[in-house]
């Protein structure tokens, strides 16, 4: 039996660049350097157990992105968070640099981002 285990969601952070997503995806795809890019998703893994996607959504004039990290290890996944420190402060260093990420496309489109409301307070523009 060699059944393939399921990628278990570690991290999600979303966020919003107020610029259309043909004009921000395309920065952001670059700005990645994925392995695999469909559609609006790029995506790519690393090591054992890592596998990033960063996905972009038309939101009316505005572009949703969404950053998930996934534990898609298939052998001594519960090694994981030992190998990692319990993932502590992985969380907060993995809004930090998404929170880095949609301000940088923003400043080049002119225009602002920012994070959904599990980050700062709700409305909080990044400049």
């Given at each position: 039996m060699n059944e393939k285990k399921p990628r278990k969601l570690m991290v999600e952070v979303t966020?919003?660049?107020d610029a259309p997503a043909e004009k921000t995806w395309p920065?952001?795809?670059d700005?990645?350097?994925?392995k695999e890019v469909y559609g609006m998703t790029?995506?790519?893994q690393g090591g054992w157990w890592y596998r990033g996607e960063w996905t972009a959504e038309p939101d009316g004039e505005r572009t949703r992105v969404t950053h998930r990290v996934y534990n898609v290890a298939q052998w001594m996944r519960w090694g994981v968070p030992l190998a990692n420190r319990f993932f502590i402060g992985f969380t907060a260093h993995t809004r930090n640099g998404f929170e880095e990420a949609i301000t940088e496309i923003a400043r080049q489109l002119g225009t602002t981002a920012r994070l959904a409301p599990s980050g700062p307070a709700p409305g909080t523009v990044i400049r």
């Open positions: 966020g919003v660049i920065l952001l795809r700005s990645l350097s994925p790029a995506a790519y």
